[in-house]
């Protein structure tokens, strides 16, 4: 994962999660039985051999397609598929809910679960769960895919979640938690949802690894959620790459946001976030790369600006915050910001727009840059004359004001900008 990664993830959350559901349900195994499901077995439909199973057995469904929904799960069991069984909704409603200890759900596909206005249809539903194991399968159509709430010390691995999202009120998202703890979200493809993963009150979460891409609203988008990291995770042409909202002590490391165009779009958006850290990490071809909102002592370090429109937007009620090591190229524009007082550092990046000069050899210009332009303060005020972005009014225009700075922040300085790219 990285120089930012796994260390730092581990030493925070403490023993993984992953650990404690292998070690507290592979103890019980030596006393299970294996119950065959399959159109010819004694079990033809996986409801019956629920209700035939102890607790602790495991149910193999083998290949086939299985027209069942309301499929519960009472009882500590692991459930397999073998070959390729389908699971498949007919357009009706959830297909399977988990309201036991020590799950293991693995090798099924999942598919077609009635869209609903009322309620919150899913493919796997995990409610007031602990311990379970959710790995390698594929729900298609599933309206929410994996829905979690009041569930905690679980895993969700290397499954593929596709959606049919055409509009925002009628779709649901790929992963849903609602007030969890401690779970872990790793090697996931989610897409065609209206976000990719939901989080909202979930404390003490890993996202590592993902693939989000190509959902209405946003790739990750987490709410009133603290003490969370998410990792390695790559964003891509979401409506939005990832929204955190009113969180505390969030780690964002080495992940990736590409080619989330639009409007209103962001590759990362944070509003009210506090004691966050965010290194390491891509951001190419978005709209903006980061618009922050009222966030104060975040940590931007070491992270990638490419070729955005703004890479960094910062608007009101922003303190304490310090941008340092990072590279900022060919933006459009490298920083915005909204607030006449700035209480944030911008020391020691690479601004690939940067003249100065560099007399004594030492990797950093002899001359402090000042990376809010004065065309972006005109855009700021009058969007309208963004079409005048590349033409010679605008070089005269920032000219200018670099001569004689009248109107930008004179306090937003880059005292010791690079001179080489740092990454």
């Known amino acids: 994962m990285g120089v930012f990664g796994s260390c730092e993830i581990r030493s925070r959350i403490g023993t993984t999660t992953s650990m404690v559901v292998v070690l507290s349900f592979f103890v019980f195994q030596a006393a299970a039985r294996t119950i ?19 607790t602790f057995d495991t149910i193999v469904i083998n290949d086939g397609t299985y027209y069942e929904t309301g499929i519960l799960i009472d009882k500590s069991l692991t459930i397999v598929g073998r070959g390729n069984p389908v699971l498949d909704a007919q357009k009706g409603p959830g297909i399977m ?16 679960v009635a869209t609903s206005y009322i309620e919150d249809h899913a493919a796997i539903r995990v409610k007031k769960a602990k311990h379970f194991h959710i790995s390698d399968n594929t729900i298609i159509d599933g309206f929410f895919g994996i829905y979690l709430e009041n569930a905690s010390d679980g895993i969700i691995v290397n499954n593929v979640v596709q959606g049919k999202a055409v509009e925002e009120m009628s779709s649901g998202n790929a992963i849903h938690l609602w007030y969890c ?40 988008h987490f709410m009133f959620s603290n003490d969370d990291v998410y990792a390695s ?44 850290r ?50 900022f190229l060919d933006n459009s524009f490298d920083l915005s910001i909204s607030q006449n007082i700035n209480e944030n550092r911008f020391d020691g990046n690479y601004w690939s727009t940067y003249s100065g000069y560099d007399l004594d050899k030492d990797g950093t210009g002899d001359v402090p840059y000042r990376p809010v332009k004065l065309f972006n303060f ?23 004001e670099k001569v004689s700075p009248i109107f930008t922040p004179d306090n937003v300085v880059d005292h010791y900008p690079k001179m080489r790219k740092i990454h």
């Open 233 to 276: 995770n790559t964003f891509e042409e979401n409506g939005a790459g990832v929204a955190v909202m009113f969180s505390k002590n969030i780690r964002m490391i080495e992940n990736i946001f590409v080619r989330n165009w639009g409007k209103a779009s962001y590759g990362l958006l944070l509003k009210e976030i506090y004691d966050a």
């Open 97 to 112: 809910v988990i309201i036991a200890d020590h799950v293991v759900v693995k090798g099924l596909t999942f598919a077609h």
């Open 378 to 400: 005109i855009v700021d005020r009058t969007p309208e004359a963004l079409v005048l972005l590349r033409s010679l009014f605008v070089d005269i225009v920032n000219f200018a």
């Open 36 to 54: 065959e499901v399959c159109p010819n077995c004694v079990h033809r439909t996986i409801k019956e051999a629920i209700k035939t199973a102890n």
């Open 181 to 220: 703890k401690r779970v872990e979200i790793k090697y996931n493809e989610v897409s065609g949802h209206r976000d990719g993963i939901y989080l909202e009150f979930v404390d003490q979460a890993i996202i590592e690894n993902n693939v989000s891409r190509k959902n209405l609203r946003y790739g990750l």
């Open 278 to 327: 965010i290194a390491g990490n891509r951001f190419a071809h978005n709209t903006i790369g980061i618009y922050v909102e009222g966030s104060t002592r975040i940590n931007y370090t070491d992270n990638i600006f490419e070729r955005n429109g703004w890479a960094l937007k910062v608007s009101g009620g922003c303190l304490d915050n310090t941008v340092s090591n990072n590279d």
